[in-house]
């Protein structure tokens, strides 16, 4: 995907996920991530990123929005976290950040047309400048939701930006001793993927700590009940020397695995190459369409 560097340079509120040049303390670390792996030439779906100028514009009118930096303890008062987080919810978008994303909307349906005539379906991604660093990834805390028109993403947009302040993502932050507000949220708007398969690779086995070994969880379709815990995936364990399959085992599906021979070598070669990539081993979460995969995260692996 490319697009035009007017419509890159003009914007301060939107990042381009092919620009390699955004500042990850403006898109946040899963958008940072996306536009590391196109940098790279791996495949992603096509999209930008609302950037942290965005939420800040609307942070600035929420109430008590400023004393969220000045007296982050506040956020450990119930009262005060579901009243912010109502407030972030409740909307609407401020007229500049509307303006943004509606100008970002009508370019991406332009590059990504949807199939049959009908709108192109979205996915929509909070992005925290905290998040999937080397320190702490965050992993499913923050508001991910997918299948959505355009003009169901604003609403998405503010539910992304109040996950900032759940009560879980409080919880992991003051049990890291992380900023309790959290800095700031991006928020990244992608073409949805029409996925056959979802999976989540470990390329280092996340269990016994192997670094020859990876670890693959896969389920059929869009594979968000996956990542968020609520469906059993299948559970596939490949020697990085020879490719061998060393364990299998089978998830709730009745339809039988949910990723073929083909398809699982060249899950594990692109994994490989992202690791290489990105110096480490990484966590990645991929959708299989039938033209092939399409990276949809990676972040490196933070627990020993």
């Given at each position: 995907m490319t697009t035009?560097?007017?419509?890159r340079a003009s914007d301060p509120m939107v990042a381009w996920l092919d620009d390699a040049d955004i500042e990850r303390d403006r898109i946040g670390g899963k958008a940072a991530s996306l536009t590391r792996l196109a940098s790279y030439g791996f495949r992603i779906p096509p999209g930008f990123c609302l950037t942290t100028d965005a939420f800040a514009a609307q942070a600035a009118s929420l109430p008590g929005g400023t004393d969220r930096h000045s007296n982050p303890m506040a956020l450990l008062d119930p009262g005060t976290?579901?009243?912010?987080?109502?407030?972030?919810?409740?909307?609407?978008?401020?007229?500049?950040?509307?303006a943004s994303l509606v100008a970002s909307l009508q370019l991406l349906s332009g590059l990504v047309p949807g199939a049959d005539g009908e709108p192109a379906l979205l996915a929509v991604r909070s992005s925290s400048v905290a998040e999937d660093g080397a320190a702490a990834s965050f992993a499913g805390l923050h508001d991910t939701e997918l299948g959505l028109t355009?003009?169901?993403?604003?609403p998405a947009v503010l539910r992304c930006w109040a996950s900032l302040w759940s009560e879980r993502a409080i919880g992991y932050r003051a049990r890291r001793g992380l900023a309790l507000d959290g800095d700031a949220m991006a928020v990244v708007v992608q073409a949805l993927v029409p996925a056959r398969a979802a999976v989540i690779v470990f390329t280092r086995h996340p269990?016994?700590?192997?670094?020859?070994?990876l670890l693959v969880n896969a389920?059929?379709?869009?594979?968000?009940?996956?990542?968020?815990?609520?469906?059993?995936?299948?559970?596939i364990v490949v020697s990085k020397a020879d490719r061998a399959v060393v364990d299998f085992t089978p998830g709730e599906s009745t339809d039988g695995p949910a990723l073929r021979d083909d398809a699982l070598d060249a899950l594990v070669t692109?994994?490989?190459?992202?690791?290489?990539?990105?110096?480490?081993?990484?966590?990645?979460?991929?959708?299989?369409?039938?033209?092939?995969w399409y990276l949809l995260q990676a972040r490196p692996i933070t627990t020993p």
């Open positions: 035009s560097a007017s419509a976290r579901s009243a912010l987080v109502q407030a972030m919810v409740a909307g609407p978008l401020s007229p500049v950040v509307a355009a003009e169901e993403v604003a269990v016994s700590g192997r670094s020859d070994q389920a059929p379709g869009l594979g968000e009940a996956m990542v968020s815990g609520m469906i059993t995936p299948d559970t692109l994994s490989l190459e992202v690791e290489r990539a990105f110096g480490a081993p990484v966590d990645i979460e991929a959708a299989l369409a039938d033209d092939g």
